[in-house]
């Protein structure tokens, strides 16, 4: 049932090797040992490799691999990773600092609101030059279908931005022709043709996909993509869509497209891997081996089922192996694991330890003779620094430092620009943390401020205290929450643990129909004081209703994500299910979950509107 990957023309013989590499035979297989000049040379020497600076000045003897960067839009796509505006134009910020070239913020047609988003990271981030080497602002991107009111749609969302691109694809396997579309290969030119012919009349930057490439005909690609650059494409992607070919079968595709496509070599060729099968780094970097110039990348490889290639991996391999690589990129490295950890934060997709480069483990090392390595020289065991990524030692505040120190600290871990609700906010949970634990370290601020920075900007419904008693037969949880119009209530539910009996009282009380999804509770620090972070999945849970249309019309596919960091694991819980709740009210555009209070509340008014305003 495998679609059969069609086959490129027969390799060329590989040429002799260099005189300065010697040849030996072993019973299974011919290798090629390269003297150890050579070696050297290839290996471009541990201390550089070891430099606490990021790689980010420009080298005029290699040209600049652009990075573009699709975590707001494919990374979008993992199950449960929707983001809402305020979340997206965050990361945006942070994708400018780092160095991205081009941001796909996001598919302005598929619905209002991410319209909205793509609109205003291209208003607000566009024009940002902050720590930028390239000289230039980040380039914002939509995606549209090959369909005329599609690419409208997006040209109205990123045309704010100063540099802007238009980015429409269409499917060329036959499988997809065949199956989906239903139209046959000369209907999928001209379709093409027509779609980026609009697209050029609007914009002067435009990319065109072919959706599967990786299994689409190679011949076919290259008439179709030579009709497209005839209509004035500048920018071709050949998608490995679903993660099917292997690093050499990509290599050799973007080689022979390059060659065999008219005006070929008058465009900048892109990569789009998919890591189904685990190998979207490896082909995306055999694709930059075979003339691609642009690769198309996701924070922390998120993306679709499982994944895509995974930026910091790509740009790490570019800074640590110059030589093996014609091209360089101005990411600037120092960056990569702030960023990481924001990902993870707003889409509460927690990274493996084992992850390469941003895991809790990249730089851990346990095994004795490793240990004695490292410690006697460093390049023993490690092939870049952590500070090369971003990691810094680790400093402590404690409960008497001041609101200055804290912000003063916040600026030199990168967190600047925040407004002044965020810190008061940080600061104020920052001394609660410090009351309770006896030194606060820089993890402990970073999951503190992002537990702030992922809330939703305005706080429909408030938990003012959670209070628990466990053990057998049934755990019991009193919550107090205020409600939208300022009611405080008080209320009491059993469950079938600690956890449980907190969000049924909360659930008591708010009256949303939510269903949990994802709970999870990670260290963020060392020791029995520990600083936890919970993050937690909901979705909205049907009515109980017999109106079969009702229900189908019930969107039940839109997760909410919500986080806390706390001391207190129960009160973490708590406040990460209140931030899902309020991100789930706040999207809720006909205000079906904010409907009039009933009149009988299933816990105890403590204060209503009218006696708080008499109090203060």
């Known amino acids: 049932g495998t679609p059969h990957y069609p086959r490129l023309p027969p390799r060329r013989q ?83 600092k780092l160095g991205v070239d081009v941001c796909e913020a996001g598919f302005p047609i598929a619905s209002d609101g991410d319209f909205e988003a793509v609109k205003l990271v291209a208003q607000e981030i566009g024009p940002m030059m902050e720590g930028r080497q390239s000289g230039k602002p980040m380039r914002i991107c939509g995606l549209s279908r090959a369909i005329e009111r599609d690419i409208e749609r997006c040209y109205e969302a990123v045309s704010h931005a100063p540099l802007h691109r238009i980015h429409t694809f269409l499917a060329t396997s036959d499988i997809h022709l065949k199956n989906k579309l239903r139209i046959t290969r000369e209907q999928c030119i001209a379709q093409s043709v027509k779609a980026v012919s609009f697209a050029r009349s609007m914009c002067e930057d435009v990319e065109f996909s072919a959706e599967d ?164 020289h460093a390049a023993t065991y490690e092939i870049m620094s952590p500070a090369s990524v971003g990691l810094k030692s680790t400093l402590v505040l404690g409960k008497h430092s001041g609101k200055h120190a804290f912000q003063k600290r916040l600026e030199e871990l990168g967190y600047d620009g925040l407004s002044e609700d965020v810190i008061k906010a940080a600061f104020k949970r920052f001394k609660a943390t410090a009351d309770q634990k006896k030194t606060v370290t820089d993890t402990d601020i970073e999951a503190i401020l992002d537990s702030e920075v992922v809330k939703p900007a305005t706080e429909q419904w408030i938990l003012n205290s959670c209070t628990v008693s466990c053990g057998t037969p049934h755990p019991t949880a009193t919550v107090s929450v205020t409600t939208p119009s300022g009611k405080t209530i008080v209320d009491a539910s059993t469950g079938g643990g600690p956890v449980e009996a907190v969000y049924n009282a909360i659930s008591r009380v708010v009256r949303v129909p939510i269903r949990l999804v994802q709970y999870q509770v990670e260290a963020v620090s060392e020791g029995r004081d520990a600083i936890g972070k919970v993050n937690v999945r909901v979705v909205r849970r049907a009515p109980p209703t017999e109106d079969e249309e009702a229900l189908e019309s019930h969107n039940d596919d839109i997760a909410y994500h919500g986080s806390s960091a706390h001391v207190d694991i129960i009160q973490g819980s708590a406040e990460a299910f209140m931030n899902a709740i309020n991100k789930m009210v706040a999207d809720d555009e006909e205000n079906e979950l904010q409907r009039k209070e009933v009149e009988f509340w299933p816990g105890r008014v403590v204060i209503n509107p009218k006696q708080q305003k008499q109090l203060s």
């Not at 004035?232 to 679903?242: A, E, H, K, R, Y």
């Not at 892109?270 to 970097?285: I, Q």
């Open 213 to 376: 490439a990786g299994r689409s005909d190679p011949a076919f690609m290259a008439e179709l993509f030579g009709e497209v650059i005839k209509a004035g494409v500048s920018t071709i992607n050949v998608p490995d869509t679903v993660g099917f070919v292997t690093p050499r079968e990509y290599g050799e595709l973007i080689r022979y497209l390059k060659e065999n496509t008219p005006g070929g070599d008058s465009i900048v060729w892109s990569t789009h891997c998919h890591n189904d099968l685990g190998l979207a780094v490896a082909n995306t970097l055999e694709g930059v081996m075979g003339g691609a110039r642009q690769v198309e990348v996701t924070i922390n490889g998120i993306g679709e089922r499982a994944g895509n290639a995974s930026l910091e991996e790509v740009v790490m391999a570019l800074y640590t192996r110059p030589q093996v690589f014609p091209v360089q990129s101005l990411v600037d490295t120092t960056q990569i694991t702030r960023t990481s950890r924001m990902v993870t934060s707003v889409t509460g997709m927690s990274v493996q330890p084992n992850k390469a480069i941003v895991g809790a483990n990249a730089f851990a090392h346990e095994a004795g003779i490793h240990q004695d390595g490292v410690l006697k």
């Open 14 to 96: 590989a040429p002799p090797p260099p005189p300065s590499t010697k040849m030996f035979r072993s019973p299974r297989v011919l290798l090629a040992r390269p003297s150890p000049r050579v070696f050297a040379r290839a290996c471009g020497g541990v201390r550089r490799h070891l430099s606490t600076e990021s790689k980010s000045t420009k080298d005029e003897d290699k040209p600049v691999l652009t990075i573009f960067d699709t975590t707001l839009r494919d990374g979008e796509q993992s199950p449960g990773a929707t983001m809402n505006i305020k979340e997206k134009l965050t990361l945006a910020t942070q994708l400018s």
